[in-house]
């Protein structure tokens, strides 16, 4: 039962970070179009809130706790630090770089989410037993990589076309790579500590359906109020091509939808780190459709650094699932030693 359980978060945040991927890759398509980072994010937003509500309401009706005002102000947070934030940052990164570039960020997630989370307990490192170890060794692995992605491009593996190369050349050079590294590292930092108060959320309102729609209702909420100080200029507000309306109905209801209550789910099963852990698989899958669809190059520093946070990756979820195992083994033995003593079984 736990290896199918394992099996089923497993599977469930593969298929996440994949869709995870298209949706950077469709926003990046939309951003180089001209449209606002900020309406996006408002418009996926709510999108989001209108998809899942009714689900929310109708799936979770009899299990869903009293809402408190405790409860709406840890959702409003949430929404805050998760969505909002989380994603102005990244989309104002994704819109000065490029798409691979910008997911080569997240890699540095699960080791800034363990880092974040060892305070409170939430994680824990004994470097005397082969799963802290294994936990160490696989979250340095994650940083190295991360750090050959960003700071080394190599030289290209997998070139496009001439004429898209030529286009990609002068593109990049009006690109503020700087500026957007910047944004990235701040979208990166509030998407590790979402982690850990979803971790938080999920104990006190354990509903996938309803915190997350009231996660895209308050980030809606809040998107606009950015976008009415941000963007007076109300013509770019109207969405007019088939792509930017496809694109935002796709990350509205996928992207911000159904992978936050997939993550939700999963850190809920097993943890913020676990799940954050999974993260880097959207730059590899980033990469593919980069070059595919946005005919970006392919380097040499993207495909070391990948295989480096594969390695750290497996790892790190080696020493966890180590560690879990360790935790069922020290459980059961006081049991076992009652049962000694006593000479029949304690109910």
């Given at each position: 039962?736990?290896?199918?359980?394992?099996?089923?978060?497993?599977?469930?945040?593969?298929?996440?970070?994949?869709?995870?991927?298209?949706?950077?890759?469709?926003?990046?398509?939309?951003?180089?179009?001209?449209?606002?980072?900020?309406?996006?994010?408002?418009?996926?937003?709510?999108?989001?809130?209108?998809?899942?509500?009714?689900?929310?309401?109708?799936?979770?009706?009899?299990?869903?706790?009293?809402?408190?005002?405790?409860?709406?102000?840890?959702?409003?947070?949430?929404?805050?630090?998760?969505?909002?934030?989380?994603?102005?940052?990244?989309?104002?990164?994704?819109?000065?770089?490029?798409?691979?570039?910008?997911?080569?960020?997240?890699?540095?997630?699960?080791?800034?989410?363990?880092?974040?989370?060892?305070?409170?307990?939430?994680?824990?490192?004994?470097?005397?037993?082969?799963?802290?170890?294994?936990?160490?060794?696989?979250?340095?692995?994650c940083i190295g990589g991360a750090m050959v992605l960003t700071l080394y491009k190599g030289k290209t593996l997998v070139r496009s076309d001439s004429e898209t190369m030529v286009h990609a050349v002068n593109y990049v050079k009006k690109e503020r790579w700087g500026i957007g590294s910047i944004f990235l590292a701040a979208g990166t930092v509030c998407w590790s500590s979402w982690f850990l108060v979803q971790a938080s959320i999920g104990r006190t309102y354990p509903c996938q359906y309803s915190s997350t729609a009231f996660l895209s209702f308050f980030s809606a909420i809040q998107s606009a109020i950015i976008s009415l100080i941000t963007e007076r200029?109300?013509?770019?507000?109207?969405?007019?091509?088939?792509?930017?309306?496809?694109?935002?109905?796709?990350?509205?209801?996928?992207?911000?939808?159904?992978?936050?209550?997939?993550?939700?789910?999963?850190?809920?099963?097993k943890g913020p780190l676990f799940t954050s852990a999974f993260t880097p698989l959207v730059q590899i899958f980033a990469a593919i459709f980069d070059f595919s669809v946005l005919h970006g190059q392919i380097y040499l520093g993207s495909a070391v650094g990948s295989v480096f946070v594969v390695i750290g990756l497996y790892i790190l979820l080696w020493g966890r699932n180590c560690e879990a195992k360790e935790e069922t083994q020290n459980l059961k033995q006081p049991q076992m030693e009652e049962q000694d003593c006593n000479g029949t079984p304690q109910v």
């Open positions: 039962m736990n290896s199918c359980q394992q099996w089923k978060t497993v599977t469930a945040m593969v298929a996440i970070n994949f869709a995870m991927a298209i949706t950077n890759v469709l926003v990046k398509k939309v951003l180089d179009n001209g449209v606002s980072h900020i309406i996006i994010l408002m418009y996926r937003q709510a999108i989001s809130a209108v998809f899942l509500a009714p689900i929310a309401y109708f799936w979770e009706r009899k299990s869903r706790p009293k809402l408190t005002a405790r409860i709406l102000c840890q959702l409003f947070f949430n929404a805050l630090i998760g969505a909002t934030l989380c994603q102005y940052f990244f989309l104002l990164g994704l819109e000065y770089t490029s798409a691979t570039f910008s997911c080569a960020f997240l890699n540095m997630v699960p080791a800034i989410t363990f880092i974040l989370a060892l305070p409170f307990g939430l994680e824990k490192v004994n470097i005397k037993n082969k799963s802290g170890i294994a936990k160490f060794v696989g979250t340095t692995g200029d109300f013509t770019r507000w109207v969405l007019k091509e088939k792509l930017e309306l496809v694109t935002v109905a796709y990350i509205g209801m996928v992207g911000s939808g159904l992978c936050y209550v997939g993550m939700s789910w999963c850190v809920k099963q």
